[in-house]
């Protein structure tokens, strides 16, 4: 991973699925939030992203990664695509407790990658039961296979720094593949 050492990820997705929370578990800078007291009586959370969220890792072979997240809430769309701008790969949360989980990740799909780029993705369904099956997980993938996208889809609880790093780890081997591809 030598040609990539500095490696700008963007996590986003649902409001509340745990975007914030995944940062603060893994960075090891002390991680910057731009939350504010939640006004939406449809959001049951206290605060929101209002702008975004920042923080670093570094992963066991020396990659740091600078960890963007995004703000939930569709009427920030604009700010999706800003900080998509340039990421080399995209976590996209959704949360499994979401009235139409699949139509929340082709939106955000739609919005973080555009003009038909290559971008790998990972996407996490968190808020699950993982003592139960997740029908979910199996919808999203089978919709992506359809569309011939090869985005992995798993279940991960971003409260906890383990999952977050498999889920980096995950992408990172999206962009080596993509590397060697290219190459
Ligand atoms: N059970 C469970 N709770 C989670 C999980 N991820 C996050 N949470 C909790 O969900 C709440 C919302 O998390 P946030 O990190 O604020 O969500 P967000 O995606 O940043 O939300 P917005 O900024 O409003 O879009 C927090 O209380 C977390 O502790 C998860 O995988 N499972
Ligand atoms: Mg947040």
Redesign the pocket.
Known sequence: MNAVSDLKIV?S????????????AVSEIVAV?A?VR?TDPN?A?E????GL?YGEITLGQGEKLRLY?????ERFEFMWRILANGALGIIL?I?SRRPDPLREMDTYLSALIQNGQRVPCVI?I???NKTQPCPQAEQLSLHLEARGVLYPVVI?????AD?VIGLMELLLLQIEAMEMEAK
């Not at 997705?13 to 603060?24: D, E, Q």
């Not at 605060?47 to 209002?50: E, H, N, S, V, Y």
């Not at 997240?69 to 809430?73: A, E, K, S």
């Not at 991960?156 to 906890?160: I, K, L, P, S």
């Open positions: 996590i997705g649902t409001t509340g699925a745990g975007k914030t929370t995944a940062i603060h939030s939350d939640n959001l959370k605060l929101t992203t209002a969220d997240g995004t703000p939930g809430q949360l949360d996490a968190t808020h699950a991960a609880d971003v409260r906890e999952e």
